[in-house]
C-alpha cells in the first residue's frame, strides 16, 4: 500500500533546497528567451490573507510553465511600502512606521516562501529603502528639467484636525475617514505631474494592447475622457461674462439656468461684498468632491441675482446660481443646466422650480413639456429648438458649433478629463520631493551628489499634522545655488509614483543609477501583469504615463510598461457582525465566531453574531482567512489547488472549508499514483491519446489563465489512470503527470521526482513533449438508435464505411435482443456520429 504524502516535511525540505540552489534567481545573461511574469507588489500590512495567495498562485503557476518551456523567466517580489496605514500605525501604536513597515515585511515574506512561489527573491525590495527612493527623487528631477514637473496652487481637502489632505476617497459625508472633522476646502502649493501632455497617447494606445481586458480599458479611456464639444461665453447682467464648456451643444434651447463653482471668480467677487454669498460657498467647499458624492449628495444652489443671455436669443435671461455640484478643477468651473436631459440638472431644477424644457424626442414624445423624474439621455431627434429641429444629435452638435464659430461667440474644442497628476502629499511616510526652497532663488532641485534625501528617523507622531513641518533641523539647509537660508519641501510623493516604474527596477537594480536601459529593455516590457482590477485606472494609468516620460527623456525605448494584463476575481468570505453604537458594526474574523445553523455564536462569551453577505475578503470587516493555520494542515499544495480548482480566475472564489478538503484528498491520490508507480509491457493507445491531449491542453490552458481548465483535464487524466490496468503506457504517463502538475502542486513534484530517480530538479525539468499523431482522435463513439431512442454505443475507427458500421450496429447484442428477429424497415448512418434503425 503506497505510504501517505508528508506535505509539511516536503515543503520544508524542497523550500530550503530552492532557497539554498536560488533555482528561481533570473539571469540577465541568459541565451534562453526571456519572460517577465508580475503580480502587483503588496502593502506589507502584516500579514497576507486567501486574496495575496490566489494572485501569487496564478502568476507563480505561469511562470514555473514558462521555465519548464525553456524560458528565463523573472518574476519577482517587493513591497510598496510607503503610505497612511504605516502613520496610522505609529500614532496608535507608538512605533515608527520604518518599524513596523519592515517588521511586517519580515512576516508576509515568511508567509509567501511558506507557500512555495518560485520567486526570484535577489532581487527584492520595498520602496520605502532609500536605495529606491533615492533613484526615485532622481527620476523626480529627470522630469523637473525635462520640464514635466510644475508647482501651483490647487484646491484640496484639508483635514482641520488630522492636518492633512485627504483624498477624495477619504471623504466620507463631508468628513475626514479617520478623525471625523469637517472636511475644508483650501488652496495649497501642490507639484504636478504633466500626465495631460501625453493624453492622447495614452488614449491611442489603449488600442494596442491587445491582451488587456476590454472593461479596463474602457474604463481608462472613460477617465481619460476625451470629449469635443463647444466653448462659449455668457454675457452676464452686470457687465461680465461666464465661460462655459459643454459636450451637448445641441441641448442650448433646453438651457434653463447657469450654475458656477463656488471657487469660480464670479462666485468669490460676490462673497467679498454678500455674506450670505460667502456662507453658501463655504457649505459648498465643505461637501464632497469626488465625482460619486457630487452625483448623490442633495444638490444645492445660490441665486446671486444675477442673468446670463442665451446666445440665440438676446431676450432670453438664466438666472445664475452658485451651485454645489459644480467645481473649478473640473472644466471651467461654470456649466448651463439643461434638466430634461441631464439628471443632476433636472434634481437642482425641481428643487428650485426651474423650467424644464425637452429638446431631444424620446420615441413619440415631442412635446416641451417634460414632467417625467428621470431625465431622458437617450438618442432622439431635435425638437423645440428652432433651427435644429428635426436634426439628429450628431448634426444638431456640429450646426450649432458652426453657428458659434461663424457668429463669433464660441469656438469648437476638445477637452479632457484627465487631470494633471498631483502627486503632493503633506505627511511624513513618503518619498521626500528632492526640493529646496529659497527665498531669493526660489525652488532649487537638490543637487544629486545629495541624493538621496532621506528621512529622518526621529520624528513624533504626537501631534497631528506632518512631523517634517516641526522637525528643528531636517528642513533648514543652505541654498544649493546662492548658499542662503533655505528649507526642504516637506511635502512626500504620492505612493502611486513608488509603483509606477517598481517593474522597472526589478528588470534592472544598478547602484548609481535607476536602471541600466539595455538591460531594462530585456525585460521589458513586462509579458505578463497580474493584479486586481481596483487599479484599472490610477495605477495602471500612470505606470503608462511613467514609461512614456521615460522614453520622451531618452531613458528608455518602450512605451508600454504591461504587454499583458489579467485582472483576478476575489476571494470572498461571509462576514460576522453586531451592532454597535451609532449604528456602526462591530465585525468579528471567521475564527471568533462558531455557526450552529444559519445563526453565529461568539467563541469567547457565547453572544449571538448575526451571519452577513458573502464579500471580498477584507481588514476592516474582518473576514480574512490565515493562510498559515491551513498551510500548515493541509500543506501548501493543497491550499495552490484549491485556489486554482474551483472557480475560472477572473470571478470571485468563495473560501470553503469543504474546498480545502477536497484539494487535499486529490493531492493525496496524485501521490498514490506517484508512490505506486511499477513499471509494466504493453500498450494503452486510448491512454497514450489522453496524456498527450492532456499535456497539450494544460499547456494551452495556463498560458491562457484558464487555470480551473487545466485542473478539469488534469482530474480526467488521474482518473483514467486510477482506471487503466498495468502497462507501460500507464507508467509513462504517470511519470509525465508529475512534470504536468509540478507548476501548480511543486511540492509533492519535486519529491515524487526525486523518488523516481531523478537527481536534478522538477522546477528544471522540460515540460512534456506533445506527439501531435496522439492530439487526433482515431477513434469515435457511435450512437446507435432504434426507433428514435438510444438503446447502444459502439466503438469505431473514425471514418468507417456505412455498410461497415450499419453491419457492425444490426449485428451488435443489444440490437439484436430489441429487433427480436424482426428486419429493419430501414437504417440511417451518420458517418462518425450516428445509427438510427427503423423498426
Known sequence: MASRFNALKADAAWQAIWEERRTFAARDDSPRPKSYVLEMFPYPSGKIHMGHVRNYTMGDVLARFRRMKGMEVLHPMGWDAFGMPAENAAMEKGVHPGAWTYQNIDAMRAQLKRIGFGLDWTREFATCDPEYYGQEQALFLDMVEAGLVYRKESAVNWDPVDMTVLANEQVIDGKGWRSGATVERRKLSQWFLKITDFADELLDGLGELKHWPDKVKLMQENWIGKSQGLQFRFSVSDGGSVEVFTTRPDTIFGASFVAIAADHPLALRLAADNPEVAAFAEKCRAGGTSAAEIETQEKLGYNTGLTATHPFDPDWQLPVYIANFVLMDY??????????????????????????????????????????????????????????????????????????????????????????????????????????HCGTCGAVPVPRDQLPVKLPEDVSFDVPGNPLDRHPTWKHVPCPKCGGEARRETDTLDTFVDSSWYFIRFASQPGDTPFDKRIAEQWLPVNQYIGGVEHAILHLLYARFWTRALREMGKLDIAEPFAGLFTQGMVTHETYYREGDEGRRIWFAPDEVRISGEQGIAITDGSPITVGRVEKMSKSKKNTVDPGPIVEQYGADAVRWFMLSDSPPERDLEWSESGIEGAWRFIQRLWRLFDGLADADGEDKALDRKLHQTIAGVADDIEALSFNKAVAKLYELVNAIEKAKPSASRAAAIRALVRIVAPMAPHIAEEAWAAMGNSALIADAEWPEVDPALLVEDEVTIAVQVNGKLRDTLIMAKGTAKDEVEAAALSADKIVQWLDGASPKKVIVVPDRLVNIVA
Not at 439628471?343 to 431644477?349: E, I, K, T, Y
Not at 413639456?369 to 435644429?388: C, H, I, R
Open 331 to 436: 472644466g471651467v468651473g461654470a456649466v448651463f443646466g439643461v434638466p430634461a436631459h441631464d439628471q443632476r440638472d433636472l434634481d437642482f431644477a425641481r428643487k428650485y422650480d426651474l423650467p424644464v424644457k425637452r429638446v431631444v424626442s424620446e420615441g413619440d414624445a415631442v412635446a416641451p413639456e417634460f414632467t417625467g423624474d428621470e431625465a431622458y439621455t437617450g438618442p432622439g431627434k431635435l425638437v423645440n429648438s428652432q433651427f435644429l429641429d428635426g436634426l439628429e444629435i450628431a448634426d444638431a452638435k456640429r450646426a450649432v458649433i458652426e453657428r458659434a464659430e461663424s457668429e463669433g461667440w464660441g469656438k469648437g474644442t476638445t477637452v479632457w478629463r484627465l487631470r494633471d497628476w498631483g502627486v503632493s502629499r503633506q505627511r511624513y511616510w513618503g518619498t521626500p520631493i528632492p526640493i529646496i
